[in-house]
């Protein structure tokens, strides 16, 4: 069993600002670890996690990959998150290079077709549409959850992208829950981008019923 990153070093102010880990995040690195296994032998050489957060996540696989061969990437709206993200990293012997972005958007063209790994878990609480505009500009804690209408106002951003930062080899991580409609999601990508997909790990966490998906060409 591959540990839970160490996150001693954040604090209550951190986690004031930054989406503290919780059953979302912990879905996620189970997904990876069934995983690591196919995700080691395909030999990547290039990972990239949208909105980091607290950099749990982005330490975690490179405790899988090693940090000898792979680069690891992220970005995060959140300023805070970023710094949060580079401590993360430094604490638990990963290097994580961070930028401070909406999604993806600065990186599309210069990582063309160069994603190993992307990883995604997006705010997907449904809100209202002027909510989840509102978290992004303030680029806060809020930004981490509140996902406008059905919660996809902002993953529908990044699924625009997926398709022109996957590599060859390329796996997607997507967080979801079932108000998100993942088969809609998963028929989408098949139809626009023939990217094929499957549901790696599905639980139910008080509220919410969430899913991990795993997109691939």
């Given at each position: ?48 996690e ?7 996540v ?24 970023c ?23 600065p ?6 077709h ?13 809100t ?21 209408e059905?919660?996809?106002q ?10 022109d ?11 979801a ?7 809609a ?25 969430l ?7």
């Amino acid at each position: 069993m591959i540990p839970t990153p160490d996150l001693s070093h954040l604090t209550k102010q951190d986690y004031d600002h930054v989406y503290e880990p919780a059953e979302d995040t912990f879905i996620l690195l189970d997904a990876l670890e069934q995983d690591a296994e196919e995700l080691r032998v395909s030999y990547p050489r290039l990972c990239l996690e949208i909105g980091s957060g607290s950099g749990c996540v982005s330490s975690f696989i490179g405790a899988i990959l090693g940090t000898s061969t792979i680069l690891c990437l992220a970005t995060d709206i959140n300023p805070h998150a970023c710094r949060c993200t580079r401590l993360t990293g430094r604490q638990n012997k990963t290097p994580i290079d961070v930028v401070n972005a909406s999604l993806a958007s600065p990186l599309v063209q210069r990582l063309r077709h160069a994603v190993d790994v992307l990883i995604f878990n997006p705010p997907y609480v449904p809100t209202y549409a002027d909510e989840a505009d509102d978290a992004q500009q303030g680029a806060d804690i809020q930004g981490a959850w509140a996902g406008g209408e059905i919660g996809m106002q902002v993953t529908d951003v990044l699924l625009d992208q997926v398709e022109d930062l996957l590599s060859p080899i390329g796996r997607f991580y997507l967080v979801a829950v079932k108000q998100n409609d993942v088969p809609a999601i998963r028929q989408r990508m098949l139809d626009t981008y023939r990217l094929s997909s499957e549901v790696v790990l599905e639980r139910r966490a008080g509220g919410e019923y969430l899913f991990v998906v795993r997109f691939s060409r």
